[in-house]
């Protein structure tokens, strides 16, 4: 089963930017669709993003215009980026493979990001 490591959270002030990256342990962005997910303490992990395994993509009304979904196939790597960050942002985020339109029931650390004056 394929391996996901996220990485590039950190504290930001409201406005900022963050980038995240995800690293699958194999090259699956062609085979299969993937998401960056995020979680706050006491409510459920929601979808934030996705790309298909052709490449398209589709946001969360609530990052609509703010983030943006890519990914590298030769670095087997996905990213998020993340613009004009606000303190609702604030969560750990994960990104999963998406089969069948859900996550895999296997999640990684997730990468934790904080948006505060």
């Known amino acids: 089963q394929v391996q996901l490591v996220e990485s590039g959270g950190g504290s930001v002030q409201p406005g900022g930017s963050l980038r995240l990256s995800c690293v699958a342990s194999?090259?699956?962005?062609?085979?299969?669709?993937m998401g960056w997910y995020r979680q706050t303490p006491g409510k459920a992990r929601e979808l934030v993003a996705r790309?298909?395994?052709?490449?398209?993509?589709d946001y969360a009304d609530f990052v609509k215009g703010r983030f943006t979904i890519s990914r590298d196939m030769i670095k087997k790597t996905m990213f998020l980026q993340m613009n004009n960050l606000q303190p609702e942002d604030t969560a750990v985020y994960y990104c999963?493979?998406?089969?069948?339109?859900?996550?895999?029931?296997?999640w990684g650390q997730g990468t934790q990001v904080i948006v505060s004056s």
């Open positions: 790309i298909s395994r052709l490449g398209a993509t």
């Open positions: 999963n493979v998406i089969q069948e339109g859900k996550p895999r029931d296997n």
């Open positions: 194999r090259n699956i962005f062609g085979i299969t669709a």
